[in-house]
């Protein structure tokens, strides 16, 4: 018998957990999705895999929990590239180097306020990820959805609520890095584990410094000159 891993649990969870918000549209933008142990019962899961799928909807913009007061859904838009407020698409002719230069203000600041402010349990899903992409490489699997799920919980762990809305940039540029220059999988496995334990020891200017180099080394495999 073939034994499903609690990663492939928790995927199947968030996916039943997203149909119930944009397939059955049981829950809009703003609702509160049923308290752990009631969605946890529905769904015929343990409360951990619940716990990990609910980590992967917030990594993806989808809900946020808000402590005290429970899991509430703040999106109902399924594709990670538009996002809320900030498409993409309204943006012309948007280059390799716009997204770049954009990344290199914000995610280096979003690492220095995750290393500051990011709960345990965001650092643990940090470093799950970080595990998650670097298995996946040595299987030599695609790992975009990771990738950018790794970066958008750096970004959500900054505790700054307007960085929501900055996930379609950082998500459409790691797109980019990943289908279109395949030598930059090299560079992210190192730069990952540096950030990572940049922000597990609470290390605010070394996750800034680490995650500045990271989007350096992306400049420098997709061609573009550092002005």
Avoid: W
């Amino acid at each position: 018998m073939t034994k499903v891993s609690s990663s492939s649990l928790s995927e199947q969870a968030s996916n039943q957990i997203m149909d119930m918000i944009l397939g059955e549209q049981r829950f809009k933008a703003g609702d509160k999705l049923p308290n752990e142990m009631e969605l946890a019962q529905e769904l015929g899961i343990s409360r951990v895999t619940l716990r990990e799928a609910i980590r992967i909807l917030c990594t993806r913009g989808i809900v946020e929990i808000r402590r005290g007061r429970g899991t509430f859904v703040v999106s109902t838009d399924p594709d990670p590239l538009s996002g809320s407020g900030l498409s993409l698409l309204d943006v012309p002719n948007v280059s390799i180097r716009d997204l770049l230069e954009i990344r290199l203000v914000v995610e280096p600041m979003a690492a220095y306020y995750a290393a500051r402010r990011a709960t345990e349990d965001e650092i643990q899903n940090i470093d799950a990820l970080r595990i998650r992409i670097e298995s996946l490489a040595a299987q030599g699997k695609p790992f975009l959805k990771e990738e950018q799920d790794f970066h958008n919980s750096i970004a959500l762990a900054s505790q700054n609520r307007l960085m929501r809305r900055l996930l379609p940039i950082i998500n459409k540029s790691i797109y980019t890095d990943i289908v279109h220059f395949k030598e930059s999988v090299t560079y992210s496995l190192q730069d990952h584990r540096e950030i990572t334990h940049y922000i597990k020891e609470r290390n605010a200017e070394g996750a800034r410094a680490i995650m500045q180099m990271h989007i350096i080394h992306c400049y420098q495999i997709s061609g573009q000159e550092l002005e």
